[in-house]
Structures are given as structure tokens and as C-alpha cells.
């Protein structure tokens, strides 16, 4: 997945790491997708929209269509997406929750997390605060310009959850 080159423009500022270590699910609240989802979770506080890029195998993308805007060809952030949505914060935000929970012991659900969720981005008014391609996990980017207490608070959240930490990019590897 990349990123247009409008949308590209501010890079990136950080980077979130997440390696948890080998006992710890994925799916919990301290594994690969749980913290990721409390990062979105914080970004969404900064932000006025998110957009998901979502294949239509996904078990909740009838939903989507529904309630949700599919995003015209000259608005998409990602490129070559064919099924990009928009989600508008604060109004649309139990929908975005809702797809990004992943209930415990539902397979089909973290499946759909993992893959199906091809791309998200935490959108203000003139840049974003996080993107990720869920399925890599370099692919987890802050932009924190000009988000005053951004990094601070998920610093704070992030300090209690061991191999996960935000990383500015300069430092990052």
C-alpha cells in the first residue's frame, strides 16, 4: 500500500513499535493489534476523519457501504484503492471502534483485522496523525506536527506495555 504523494507531503514524525513477546496474544489488549488500536484510539482524539481502505471480503463491509462515504478518486489518501471509506470524528467514531475490535476468540474477526483492513489513516483538517497497513507492522507512522500532547499521551499509555514504544523516526532503524 502507498500513499499519495499529496497526502505524503508531511512525513512522517514517528514510528510506533510493537513486539510483544512470544506469550502474549496478538489480540489482547497487549498484543500486535490491541496496541495498535489504542494508538488509533488516541490518534482519533487529534484527528476530524479517518479513512479505511477495506477489501470487500471483509465481514463487516456491507456495513461500511452503508454507513459510510466511499471516497471519490481525487480525495483518496491511498493509493490504488478501489474501496477507500471515510469515517467522520467524532460522529462515526463506534463504527471505526466496532471495526477495529477484534472480540476474543473470534478468528474471522482478527482475520479481517489483519488483512481485510488494508489501510488506515487518522486524518485533521490539513495533514494526519497516523497511518499503518495493518498487515505490516513497519508500516505504523506518526505524524505528530503540531499535535501538542500527542506523543506524551500515548508515551504514557505505551510505558505499561512491555516491546512497544514510539520511536522518532531520525532514531528509528
Known sequence: MRFRETFDAAGP???LNARPSSDVDDRSADGLIGVENRVVDVAM???TAVHLDVDPGHGQFELLQRELTQVPDRDRVFVESDHEYRANLP???????ALLDVPDGDRWAYSDRLF????VAVLTEQSWTYRSVPHETHIRELNAAGQDGLLAELEDMLERVPGTDIVALDDAV
Open 45 to 47: 482524539e487529534y484527528g
Open 116 to 119: 481485510a483492513l488494508e489501510a
Open 91 to 97: 460522529a462515526d467514531r463506534s463504527l471505526v471502534d
Open 13 to 15: 514524525t514517528h514510528r
